[in-house]
Structure formats: C-alpha cells, structure tokens
C-alpha cells in the first residue's frame, strides 16, 4: 500500500481522561481534537474537565483508493477524523492510526480495536479537498440491461 500514498501530514491526537460514573471502569476516554485545530483556548478548557494525554508525530496518510470515502467524508455534515488505537493492560489506549476513511475506521472496529473520532479541523479539510479535488475520478453511472426473462416465442 506504500506505493499508493499520495499526501500526508503530521498531526498530534488530544485525548482527554475523565472519571467514570460506571462501578466497572475508572476512566472514559474520548478524542477531544487534534493539533493542528485546537487553540490554547480550547486546550485550557477541556483541562479543566479531566486529564489531557498528547500523542505527538502521528501520520495521516492519504491514498489514491480511498478517494471515494475522502469523499463521503467531505460532503457529510459533519466530516470526521478517527484514531484507531488499541488499549494495554492499565486500559490506556495506544494509538495504531489515524484516518479520514471512515470505511477503514469501521474495518478495524469489527476487528475489536477501539475507534475514537472528533471534528476534522479546518485547515485539515481544506488540505483533504484538495487532495479529493485533485485525485478524485467518480465513476460513471451504468445503465443496467433489463434481464430478458422469455425469448419472446410465448404468446399469451
């Protein structure tokens, strides 16, 4: 798949650790954001709501294929970023990935690991339309055949 990346960039994922109110966990973790896209401001606020853990150097990567999800993505009310991460043993989540397809975010979490999302900041989704702009080639509709279900010799 190596081949097929076209762009990427580097980015860091906030997480923000809250208590939990369930007997059976001690923490709910959530994406607060990624940098680029959260101010100062905004970071100061979400400490003030629980602890905030900094993964810095995380790849996004862009791939010609998965132009279409880019896509979808854009035109969606709300376009997303997801961080795929699995959890070690203190229940700490690890990050594995971070994407823009949400296809390949709901693959993985059929495979047990845990998907975190949050707004796609502005400066990433001007970068990502003009990866979509420059690399997208929707299909072509098909005009289906009708299937011919008698060879027309029947009379009624």
């Not at 860091?12 to 994406?31: F, G, I, K, N």
């Not at 997303?80 to 699995?86: E, K, P, V």
């Amino acid at each position: 798949m190596q081949q097929n990346i076209i762009d990427k960039k580097t980015i860091s994922a906030v997480m923000l650790q809250q208590e939990s109110s369930h007997p059976w966990a001690d923490s709910v973790w959530t994406l607060a954001g990624v940098i680029p896209g959260l101010s100062q401001t905004q970071l100061s606020q979400l400490e003030s709501t629980g602890k905030l853990h900094f993964w810095p150097n995380l790849e996004l990567q862009l791939h010609v294929l998965h132009c279409d999800a880019y896509y979808q993505n854009l035109v969606s009310a709300n376009p997303q970023l997801y961080l795929i991460s699995q959890q070690d043993d203190s229940n700490t989540p690890s990050p594995l990935l971070v994407t823009v397809d949400f296809d390949e975010a709901a693959s993985y979490m059929e495979t047990g690991a845990q998907v975190f999302y949050s707004a796609l900041p502005a400066a990433l989704i001007s970068w990502l339309e003009a990866f979509v702009l420059t690399h997208y080639r929707p299909e072509k509709p098909k005009k289906r055949q009708r299937k011919k279900w008698h060879d027309g010799s029947e009379s009624r």
